[in-house]
């Protein structure tokens, strides 16, 4: 069993185009995030959304736009894809925030390349 | 918001020495400090974490010990074996899950 799941895992994909990740989590758990992965491998923030409530939005230029059906559910769209976009994108969740900061459960990543 | 510096970069040392990374924050109400392990091409997974109340944490060859004074907390890991490779991310929690993370250690063990 998959605790955290985003699809695809690979993507290739022409500048300019529009890409969609999805992922889903079976923990229960309230929070989602999305995290971006460069080439350095440093670790930032995206987005992260709590019972489908956006509250953290680090700076992230607008074509970037993350969509919560509902909590076990959190999709990232893109648009007008760059070169600068290529990335290892990382979901996760944890529990409540209500219980203060937790251990974070990452999906698998999905890896995007822009050419 | 949090600052977390981690050092050093790249860490090389023998199959059955000690590795130490250490981590720096800058937020004093901080209050929540995990190490999370990545291998080459997986995700990232926690290994072992300490909240400030508490000095030190061990877990078989594992330990973090926090100084909430200076804002330093280390990671330590002993009789390192070959899958102990991996990069290695330090973070600081504030907030209401909130997590500044450093910028990855990268540890090789030399058989």
């Known amino acids: 069993d998959t605790a955290v799941s985003q699809t695809p895992k690979y993507l290739v994909t022409q500048m300019g185009n529009d890409k969609s990740i999805k992922c889903e989590q079976n923990?229960?758990?309230?929070?989602m995030y999305w995290y971006k992965q460069d080439s350095k491998k440093f670790l930032k923030i995206m987005f992260s959304?709590?019972?489908?409530?956006?509250?953290i939005n680090e700076t992230v230029p607008n074509r970037f736009s993350p969509k919560s059906p509902d909590k076990a559910h959190l999709n990232l769209h893109i648009n007008s894809l760059e070169l600068g976009d290529s990335a290892v994108y990382f979901c996760?969740?944890?529990?409540?925030?209500?219980?203060?900061?937790?251990?974070?459960?990452f999906g698998e990543g999905s890896r995007l390349t822009v050419l | 918001g949090e600052n977390v510096e981690q050092h050093p970069s790249t860490l090389s040392v023998q199959e059955g020495d000690s590795a130490v990374i250490k981590c720096t924050y800058s937020?004093?109400?901080?209050?929540?400090f995990p190490w999370y392990k990545q291998e080459l091409g997986k995700r990232p997974q926690l290994i072992i974490d300490?909240?400030?109340?508490?000095g030190e944490k061990k877990d078989q060859r594992i330990a973090v010990t926090l100084n909430k004074t200076a804002k330093h907390f280390s990671l330590h890991i002993t009789e390192t074996q070959p899958e102990d490779s991996a990069v290695y991310f330090c973070?600081?929690?504030?907030?209401?899950?909130?997590?500044?993370f450093g910028k990855g250690n990268q540890v090789v063990v030399i058989p």
């Open positions: 973070a600081a929690g504030y907030g209401n899950n909130r997590l500044a």
């Open positions: 996760a969740s944890s529990p409540s925030q209500l219980r203060g900061t937790g251990e974070l459960f």
């Open positions: 937020d004093s109400a901080s209050n929540y």
């Open positions: 959304y709590n019972n489908k409530e956006l509250i």
């Open positions: 923990l229960g758990h309230d929070t």
């Open positions: 300490i909240r400030s109340n508490v």
